[in-house]
């Protein structure tokens, strides 16, 4: 069974930079479309971005421009670089698939943008 742990996230001002990465356990993470989704509280878990095995990418209008995310099959890894970040930005952030049936959850990464 395939375990994602995210790491990267934190406390940054206004304006500032992250990038966050989810490594996984198994080789099969490299045949699937793959997903950063966040979770502010008291709101639904949102996706942000997602990029498919040919490495087309796409993005939440919400944060196009200003977040790109990216994939190392060889790593099993999949990195979201967050730029110019806002308050509204602040959430837990989760990687998993992009649709379909979705590999269990990790504990997600902090993300806290307050100055």
């Known amino acids: 069974q395939v375990q994602l742990v995210e790491s990267g996230g934190g406390l940054v001002q206004p304006g500032g930079s992250l990038r966050l990465s989810c490594a996984a356990s198994?080789?099969?993470?490299?045949?699937?479309?793959l997903a950063w989704y966040r979770q502010a509280p008291g709101k639904q878990r949102e996706l942000v971005a997602a990029?498919?095995?040919?490495?087309?990418?796409r993005y939440a209008a919400s944060v196009k421009g200003r977040f790109t995310i990216s994939r190392d099959n060889a790593k099993n890894t999949v990195y979201l670089q967050m730029n110019s970040l806002k308050p509204e930005d602040t959430a837990v952030y989760y990687c998993?698939?992009?649709?379909?049936?979705?590999?269990?959850w990790g504990q997600g990464t902090q993300v806290t943008v307050s100055s």
């Open positions: 198994g080789s099969i993470f490299r045949l699937y479309s």
């Open positions: 998993n698939k992009d649709g379909g049936v979705l590999f269990p």
């Open positions: 990029i498919n095995s040919g490495g087309t990418t």
